[in-house]
């Protein structure tokens, strides 16, 4: 089976993190803080604080903030349920708005149409490694005094009118969950250009410390280990070989998927899309409907999946409480499908599967 995700870790990483256990320094260290200033150099950002998941670093850039009970949060519907929930955490609102139907990334119009006199952020997301409009978005925030919040989790590397995602709005975050462009195991990252932010999430992510046990603010454990950072560390130095492979990939596909019915991811010519995922749209006219689809690929041994069935507002946790209408999502929903394009996928299973595919008409 060519599997739709898959993380790449090697030797380099086994010994780089069996030096950090040689070392005795398991948890939050140096290594953490070199990753941390590599990591912000890669992104062209002042600083960046290292987390153990991508919800934790919105949760910490949120609460960093200042985002409280009564705010209001928008964010895209179509998403990972992380982007909403990270602001069900601060007590705060998620208010889920449409997104653009070409990029499938959160739409200017809607969130102006949403703004109220709680509105505090916006959270836009570099769906599926393709920037959103940022443009727009930040002038809408600026013009609001509205905080803008970058969901980078599946974008490292991505970049937006010349500049990488992560320091357009007041924070970045992302995620090095295994099947990301990069991966630290479980792990993330804030990424900004303000230091007293980045100082009220680093108290944020652990516990509160402003020195030494003595804790000023109510804080949580989020941080990261030097575990994770090891591996981070190596990783990063690869990503751009494997954002390469990514668009190479999604490239072929781009040129050789020719199925009625089936559409091939739309490319802002202003931004480099990561191909976090390769995410098609299975139409009305596709001789035969999505789930057929993913069964047909199964039995020839191709991994698929849907990314995302179900958009945020529809979800059993937010569907009683909001009164959100987002058609572009739902119908995004009933069709997308995600195709193999990491870096483990050859040259031949890209023409292995277009053949298959283009086979189906
Ligand atoms: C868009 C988006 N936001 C947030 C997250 C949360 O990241 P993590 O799984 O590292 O907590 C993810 C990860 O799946 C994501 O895809």
Do not use: W
Not at 61 to 70: E, N, P, S, T, Y
Not at 191 to 212: F, M, Y
Not at 330 to 342: E, K, T, W
């Amino acid at each position: 089976m060519i599997p739709v995700g898959k993380p790449f870790v090697g030797d380099e990483e086994i010994a780089a993190v069996a030096e950090v256990i040689r070392s005795g320094m398991l948890a939050q260290g140096a290594v953490v803080t070199a990753f941390e200033d590599e990591f912000a150099a890669y992104c062209g950002v002042k600083e960046a604080v290292g987390t153990n998941s991508g919800t934790a670093a919105l949760h910490a850039a949120l609460l960093a903030l200042g985002i409280k009970a009564g705010d209001e949060v928008i964010v895209p519907s179509f998403t990972f349920i992380a982007t909403a929930t990270a602001v069900s955490m601060c007590g705060a609102t998620p208010v889920m708005v449409d997104v653009d139907r070409e990029t499938y990334t959160i739409s200017p119009d809607e969130i102006a149409e949403h703004i109220t006199s709680r509105t505090k952020a916006v959270i836009g997301v570099h769906l599926f490694g393709q920037p959103f409009d940022v443009a727009p978005v930040r002038k809408i925030c600026d013009d609001n005094d509205l905080f803008l919040v970058e969901d980078c989790a599946q974008a490292h590397g991505a970049m937006y009118k010349g500049e990488k995602v992560g320091g357009f709005g007041a924070a970045g975050c992302f995620s090095f969950y295994p099947t990301k462009n990069m991966t630290t195991g479980e792990g993330g990252m804030v990424t900004t250009d303000d230091p007293e932010l980045a100082a009220r999430v680093r108290r944020v992510i652990n516990h509160g410390q402003s020195d030494k046990y003595l804790h000023t603010e109510l804080g949580f454990n989020l941080r990261m280990s030097n575990l994770n950072a090891a591996i981070g560390r190596v990783q990063l130095a690869k990503l751009d070989g494997f954002n390469a492979k990514r668009q190479e990939n999604a490239a072929y596909y781009n040129e050789n998927l020719k199925c009625a019915g089936l559409t091939t991811p739309y490319c802002r010519d202003d931004s480099v899309h990561v191909y976090h995922q390769y995410v098609v749209e299975v139409g009305d006219d596709f001789a035969m409907g999505r789930e057929a689809f993913m069964a047909f690929l199964r039995e020839k041994n191709i991994g698929s999946a849907v990314h995302y069935p179900m958009p945020v507002h529809m979800q059993p946790l937010y569907r009683d409480s909001g009164n959100a209408v987002c058609p572009v999502s739902d119908v995004l929903s009933s069709r997308v499908l995600s195709l193999p394009v990491h870096p483990g996928v050859t040259a031949e299973n890209c023409a292995y599967i277009c053949d298959t595919i283009n086979e189906v008409n």
